[in-house]
């Protein structure tokens, strides 16, 4: 099987889809630290020749950093009334972030009815693939504020490798605030145990404890995991890394760093 930075190296088009958990300080704060870091990173995968795309969650955390509370209320107005004034934030971010590198980020909110009607499916091709020849940052969030149940894709790792498959991406990489894949959930487990690459993804879900999930995001082990399988479909592999460890991407690009690699084996 390949190896970590091999993939990444072959790679020209990729999908970094960021978590909330990643973008956070344990106690649920907004941590412009790890943004700038990863800005970094990404505009040093630009000097290399790859193209980036951002799947970013965060809209709420940041609405709360912004109106100074911490109360996910169970109250639908509230939550996207929250997540209405944190996507300012988050953007405002992003941009300022990558602002020392001279590179333009753009703002794309989605739903699930987009990924399903052709006409705005289009759309959303013809405005990504522009923005990516004119040299600008796609960031890519659910349009929260307006998502019902009904349209709601329900989270960034389902809609990041939506956004893999449409755009045809080499690799999609994960960040989020564990090294990978463990075969039991590691911050109950000492004893548990990284898995480096998975070839069988319905083995892996067959064999190991997916039920945790995290306090700040939507999605747990699970949705990572149904997302390779998902990007499996269609040739794309898929890295999950630590992206609270600093300078995590550009290690694996030099086969410092540690992660799962979900590829499918040949």
């Known amino acids: 099987m390949k190896h970590i930075e091999d993939v990444i190296s ?7 889809k960021i978590g909330s958990n990643v973008l956070s300080t344990p106690e649920g704060t907004v941590d412009r630290e790890v943004i700038k870091d990863i800005a970094a990173q990404i505009n040093t995968l630009i000097d290399r020749n790859k193209q980036v795309i951002i799947v970013s969650s965060g809209a709420g955390i940041y609405g709360v950093g912004a109106i100074n509370k ?5 109250d639908m107005n509230y939550k996207q009334a929250l ?9 405002m971010a992003w941009k300022e972030s990558f602002s020392p590198y001279d590179i333009h980020v ?20 013809n405005a990504m693939f522009t923005l990516i020849d004119e040299g600008v940052i796609p960031v890519i969030n659910e349009n929260d504020s307006v998502s019902v149940d009904e349209i709601k894709i329900g989270d960034n790792d389902t809609l990041g490798a939506l956004t893999a498959s449409l755009w045809n991406a080499d690799l999609m990489i994960i960040l989020s605030d564990i090294d990978g894949v463990f075969d039991k959930d590691p911050k109950t487990n000492e004893d548990a145990q990284l898995i480096a690459a998975v070839d069988d993804i ?11 999930k995290s306090t700040f995001g939507t999605g747990g082990i699970r949705t ?6 998902r990007l499996s479909g269609f040739g794309i592999p898929m890295l999950l890394l630590n992206g609270t460890r600093e300078n995590i991407i550009v290690d694996s690009c030099e086969g410092r760093g540690c992660g799962t690699l979900f590829i499918e084996s040949e």
């Open 106 to 125: 753009a703002q794309m909110l989605l739903t699930g009815e987009d990924f399903e009607d052709p006409h705005r499916t289009l759309n959303i091709r």
């Open 83 to 91: 997540c209405a004034i944190g996507q300012v934030e988050l953007m």
């Open 10 to 16: 072959n790679s020209k088009k990729i999908v970094i």
């Open 224 to 229: 990572k995991i149904e997302a390779a399988h």
């Open 202 to 212: 319905d083995k892996l879900l067959a064999s190991i404890d997916t039920s945790g």
């Open 70 to 74: 911490w109360s996910r209320r169970n």
